[in-house]
């Protein structure tokens, strides 16, 4: 599908049923519990993008972070301030106007199925330059195969671990989400 569209698929009814159709699955409750685990105790803001429907926002609030969110889709962003979220901004996560290092954390879940190869690559570049810490939800084949599965990437396993080589990143952590590929990788920077 590609970033250019992505954020075009979650409008409307699409932004405003997204949680009820997805809540109470089983890839939903442990990608739910892998941000809640890989969370760092050290952490004080978070940029989440895309944000959505803001789910994460109570596993944020119960360590006092300052949340700001950003996402394409201005229906999610709506659905994302019910949920008590004030900084939410309309962007592309492939190129942010935040600062470097503006972040302590940054998490993105359920987008990179969605992006071609090279997209994922831009914008694990951008979420490293805004944030120390990074929580990244991916499907990855082992080897270097990339293909699609209906319209939704499975990445590269190499290719996703040396993207985070380049970025100057490493993987600190890894949760499993099935025994399909589908996991949460927390990464922080080498040093």
């Not at 999610?76 to 935040?98: C, P, Q, V």
Request: charged share 30%; glycine share 8%; with cysteine.
């Amino acid at each position: 599908m590609g970033a250019e569209k992505v954020g075009k698929r979650y409008r409307g009814k699409g932004a405003a049923k997204y949680d009820e159709k997805r809540a109470g699955k089983k890839k939903w409750i442990l990608e739910n519990q892998g941000v809640e685990a890989l969370i760092p105790d050290e952490v004080s803001t978070v940029l989440d993008i895309p944000v959505g429907t803001g789910r994460f926002y109570p596993s944020y609030t119960k360590r006092n972070l300052i949340v700001t969110g950003g996402d394409t889709s201005p229906d999610m962003l709506k659905e994302a301030k019910k949920r008590g979220i004030k900084d939410l901004h309309l962007i592309d996560i492939r190129k942010t106007s935040f600062a470097d290092k503006n972040f302590d954390l940054a998490v993105c879940i359920r987008l990179f199925g969605w992006f071609e190869p090279l997209e994922v690559f831009d914008a694990m570049s951008e979420l490293a330059r805004v944030a120390d810490v990074l929580i990244i939800g991916i499907r990855t084949n082992q080897g270097d195969a990339f293909c699609k599965n209906e319209s939704l990437w499975n990445h590269s396993h190499t290719e996703f671990l040396r993207w985070v080589d380049e970025i100057g990143y490493k993987i600190d952590t890894i949760f499993l989400i099935g025994n399909n590929g589908n996991a949460i990788y927390r990464m922080v920077k080498c040093e």
